[in-house]
């Protein structure tokens, strides 16, 4: 488990109290939450592509796939997210805020990225897909490159 | 005298185990706190996953595709997750658990038990009786598994399930109620239960989401996270109850060596006195003797 910063910007009380114009957003993964704070509006992967949210979104449940996420801070500042599975929830308050609720394997900022286990990670499961044996978990496998190609972008970005 | 040297070495081996049974419940009491903060930090994720099978469950599971995991099947084989602790020295919560053990296969008599164990304490237990074993998990040992590491065995117990190998499967495990106080329980994890999963809740929020892809591709895909972040806490509250068990058993044995060495001393002391008294007497009869 690696320690990291936690990465949430004001606290808020929840959607309720929030803006018409703000999202409220909250990152969970297993370890702990992740970011849990507003945003202007987000960008995040799923099984069918890339998902935008606005404030003000519909509700909308769905699954969420290996990738970046892009978020717009209050104060206009980008932050990037690497996402691993999971799902995704929008509740949408009339009147108020609109909830983002992102529920995942693993969520990091780009900054606590490990670029060497990125590649590792990136080169193994590129020789395992390589290997003709019936015996290795082919999705398994395709899923983990998957997951080191996207922290090897997300490090680029950040840099 | 030679009752008053062996009383003085018994007041010392007592007070020594007193030391080691200090320092032990001052580690599980330490130990403890990690556990719980362990737990803690995945209380969020079990919640929102609990969240996400209840908004969904309702429809997703009154159609006729119900998802593997939720299907009720006729056969006779049941396993049972049996979670124990990997030491002793921890008041009754083994034997506790073993009764209630006892009392479920009773119950369970006309079926084939296959056992899948946690904790070297229930593996012996296993062993020793000649219980058919179905998986003794202890890799790894169950103070130091984490979220991952129940996701492995959960998607092990599911698959064992899915498979066919065993038609349910019944947990045994201890459950948490407050540090004072912990309870064996027996409860039915597979085939998960329907009417569990499909509590809505209502968040005062519109309903009737967008649902992307579909969603039974949506509930496929959270079945098994609602499986390891179940299995993950029924561990994580066994631990916290061994430990919990721990502490006050070491406790108790303390505060009974305490006692212990109290009494001890009292009878050492009146028998030192015994002994200065005859001295005394011996003395004053010799001198008088002399004059």
């Known amino acids: 488990m690696v320690a990291s910063v936690q990465a949430t910007n004001q606290p808020t009380n929840g959607p309720r109290d929030l803006p018409k114009d703000l999202l409220y957003v909250k990152i969970t993964t297993p370890d702990r939450v992740v970011f849990e704070g507003k945003a202007r509006s987000l960008q995040f992967p799923t099984e069918d592509g890339l998902v935008g949210i606005l404030p003000g ?11 970046l996420l892009k978020m717009k801070l209050p104060d206009g500042k980008l932050t990037y997210f690497v996402l691993t599975r999971g799902f995704g929830e929008v509740r949408h308050h009339f009147g108020n805020g609109t ?10 900022n780009p900054e606590i990225v490990d670029l060497e286990r990125a590649q590792r990670a990136a080169e193994r499961a590129r020789r395992r897909l390589a290997e003709k044996d019936i015996k290795i978990d082919q999705p398994r496998a395709e899923y983990a490159l998957k997951r080191a190609l996207i ?7 950040q840099m | ?32 706190r990690r556990f719980q903060d362990r ?47 990997d030491r002793g020295l921890c008041g009754a919560y083994n034997a506790n658990i073993f009764s209630l053990l006892r009392k479920v296969m009773g119950e369970l008599k006309e079926r084939e038990l296959h056992f899948y164990v946690v904790g070297k304490k229930g593996y012996s237990l296993v062993q020793k009786q000649g219980y058919n074993l179905g998986a003794y998990l202890s890799d790894p040992p ?16 599911a698959e064992e399930f899915t498979s066919g190998k065993v038609d349910e499967l019944r947990v045994v495990y201890t459950r948490f109620l407050s540090m004072a106080k912990y309870q064996p329980t027996e409860f039915k994890l597979l085939p998960l239960s329907a009417e569990k999963a499909a509590q809505q809740d209502d968040g005062g929020f519109q309903s009737h989401p967008i649902l992307e892809p579909s969603q039974d591709v949506i509930f496929e895909r959270l079945v098994p996270k609602y499986l390891e972040t179940r299995i993950f806490n029924l561990l994580m509250e066994s631990l916290t109850s061994e430990y919990a068990s721990r502490m006050v058993s070491m406790k108790s044995a303390t505060d009974a060596a305490g006692e212990m060495q109290a009494d001890l001393r009292k009878v050492f002391n009146r028998a030192r006195q015994e002994r200065i008294t005859t001295e005394l007497l011996d003395i004053v009869g010799g001198a008088e003797a002399i004059s």
Do not use: C, W
């Not at chain 1, 979104?57 to 990738?67: K, L, R």
């Not at chain 2, 169950?142 to 117990?157: H, K, M, P, V, W």
């Open chain 1, 99 to 108: 909830e983002v609720r992102l529920t995942v394997d693993s969520g990091e």
């Open chain 2, 142 to 157: 169950l103070e130091l598994i984490g979220y991952r590491d129940a996701a492995t065995i959960s998607r092990f117990l």
């Open chain 1, 57 to 67: 979104h519909a509700s909308m449940i769905t699954t969420v796939d290996v990738g």
């Open chain 2, 1 to 32: 005298m030679a009752n008053i040297r062996e009383l003085k070495v018994r007041i010392k081996s007592v007070g020594n185990i007193r030391q080691i049974t200090r320092a032990m419940e001052m580690v599980a009491t330490t130990k403890l």
């Open chain 1, 151 to 157: 922290r090897l972008q997300a490090k680029k970005i």
């Open chain 2, 39 to 85: 737990a803690v930090a995945s209380g969020p994720y079990s919640e929102e996953i609990e969240k996400l099978v209840q908004s969904l469950g309702a429809s997703a599971l009154s159609g006729d595709q119900v998802p593997p995991l939720f299907q009720e099947r006729a056969g006779k084989k049941t396993g049972i997750l049996l979670i124990t602790s």
